[in-house]
């Protein structure tokens, strides 16, 4: 991790810092493409975050920019046909949700700039060369690993007798399963049990949920996978039937009634990936821009989730959050 934050630093210190809207060429409508694992329903979220930035940076839908989106629904194997119906539409940069969608637009693509956004450890799954120099036509903004083994440690904090942890991922997203990887090296020098449960489809959460059910691990979680977390509602309702503590990757998990959120604002990943794109249309190349990674990390606590599981937060971890849900 070492190399990954030392570029960090040079980040931070303005290489990507917010623009200012400069002028278009006269009359220039860029076609912006989105490809999202997820349904729209689910998904817009991020999307709507992604808008939020360009409109930042003076793009405005049907005055400078169109958007295609294109959504998945869940179907994993769907995600080569959009990206080539992304690419036969000549957009000028697709955009892309996670790192099933990212890996399906670079194999469709070699020559039309892509941008992703909540992607984890895209150099060890092929997406890029380096953080630093991404190569090709890619780049974007990343998680940064270690974040999974912080989740582990909170929860262990916020209850020390915990032993057992059952972990959701998606067999289909290479970052989801080195994310598990990760989570399990960290699971193993806190003495905590990792069970993985695969998530593939949504026809998949009634076996996944029943396994769990019969398991009985004392607190769930799941990896930051795109079409996961656009079931953010039904994992957090199945986590309060069950009454197992749930440490989450985004904060809508919270906000719909989870336990506990600690890591990079997910929102905030396309927020900045609409930094890349701004660079791109003015001219630069994907390859020569490093990833992103976050720098600043929120930790949210919802008692009332708590007092529902009859858990008492340490003060130690309330000083600590960031928000505090009543």
């Given at each position: 991790?070492?190399?990954?934050?030392?570029?960090?630093?040079?980040?931070?210190?303005?290489?990507?810092?917010?623009?200012?809207?400069?002028?278009?060429?006269?009359?220039k409508v860029y076609r912006?493409?989105?490809?999202?694992?997820?349904?729209?329903?689910?998904?817009?979220?991020?999307?709507?975050?992604?808008?939020?930035?360009?409109?930042?940076?003076?793009?405005?839908?049907?005055?400078?920019?169109?958007?295609?989106?294109?959504?998945?629904?869940?179907?994993?194997?769907?995600?080569?046909?959009?990206?080539?119906?992304?690419?036969?539409?000549?957009?000028?940069?697709?955009?892309?949700?996670?790192?099933?969608?990212?890996?399906?637009?670079?194999?469709?693509?070699?020559?039309?700039?892509?941008?992703?956004?909540?992607?984890?450890?895209?150099?060890?799954?092929?997406?890029?060369?380096?953080?630093?120099?991404?190569?090709?036509?890619?780049?974007?903004?990343?998680?940064?690993?270690?974040?999974?083994?912080?989740?582990?440690?909170?929860?262990?904090?916020?209850?020390?007798?915990?032993?057992?942890?059952?972990?959701?991922?998606?067999?289909?997203?290479?970052?989801?399963?080195?994310?598990?990887?990760?989570?399990?090296?960290?699971?193993?020098?806190?003495?905590?049990?990792?069970?993985?449960?695969?998530?593939?489809?949504?026809g998949g959460f009634e076996?996944?949920?029943?396994?769990?059910?019969?398991?009985?691990?004392?607190?769930?979680?799941?990896?930051?996978?795109?079409?996961?977390?656009?079931?953010?509602?039904?994992?957090?309702?199945?986590?309060?039937?069950?009454?197992?503590?749930?440490?989450?990757?985004?904060?809508?998990?919270?906000?719909?009634?989870?336990?506990?959120?600690?890591?990079?604002?997910?929102?905030?990943?396309?927020?900045?990936?609409?930094?890349?794109?701004?660079?791109?249309?003015?001219?630069?190349?994907?390859?020569?821009?490093?990833?992103?990674?976050?720098?600043?990390?929120?930790?949210?606590?919802?008692?009332?989730?708590?007092?529902?599981?009859?858990?008492?937060?340490?003060?130690?971890?309330?000083?600590?959050?960031?928000?505090?849900?009543?």
């Amino acid at each position: 991790m070492s190399t990954r934050r030392a570029f960090i630093g040079t980040l931070a210190g303005g290489l990507l810092a917010p623009l200012a809207a400069q002028s278009q060429s006269a009359g220039k409508v860029y076609r912006i493409g989105w490809l999202s694992p997820a349904s729209a329903a689910n998904g817009l979220p991020n999307l709507d975050a992604l808008r939020a930035g360009l409109r930042e940076r003076g793009y405005v839908e049907g005055r400078n920019i169109t958007i295609e989106a294109r959504w998945a629904d869940g179907e994993g194997e769907r995600l080569s046909k959009l990206a080539t119906e992304l690419v036969a539409l000549r957009v000028d940069v697709i955009c892309t949700a996670g790192s099933p969608a990212s890996l399906a637009a670079k194999q469709a693509t070699t020559t039309v700039p892509i941008v992703f956004a909540n992607v984890a450890f895209p150099d060890e799954s092929g997406l890029v060369a380096s953080f630093a120099h991404p190569g090709g036509n890619i780049t974007g903004v990343a998680f940064i690993g270690p974040e999974y083994g912080k989740r582990l440690e909170l929860l262990k904090e916020a209850n020390p007798k915990m032993t057992r942890v059952a972990l959701i991922y998606n067999p289909e997203n290479r970052g989801s399963v080195l994310a598990l990887q990760e989570t399990r090296r960290w699971a193993k020098d806190l003495r905590l049990t990792l069970e993985p449960h695969e998530l593939a489809g949504p026809g998949g959460f009634e076996r996944v949920f029943a396994a769990i059910s019969r398991a009985r691990p004392d607190a769930l979680m799941t990896t930051a996978d795109p079409f996961i977390a656009s079931f953010a509602g039904r994992i957090v309702e199945f986590a309060a039937k069950n009454r197992m503590l749930s440490m989450y990757p985004g904060r809508e998990f919270v906000t719909a009634g989870g336990l506990m959120f600690y890591g990079a604002s997910i929102p905030e990943m396309y927020r900045r990936a609409a930094v890349y794109v701004d660079r791109i249309l003015k001219g630069a190349k994907p390859r020569d821009l490093p990833v992103e990674q976050p720098i600043k990390f929120d930790m949210v606590i919802n008692l009332t989730a708590a007092k529902a599981l009859g858990l008492t937060i340490p003060q130690s971890l309330l000083q600590r959050a960031d928000e505090v849900i009543q």
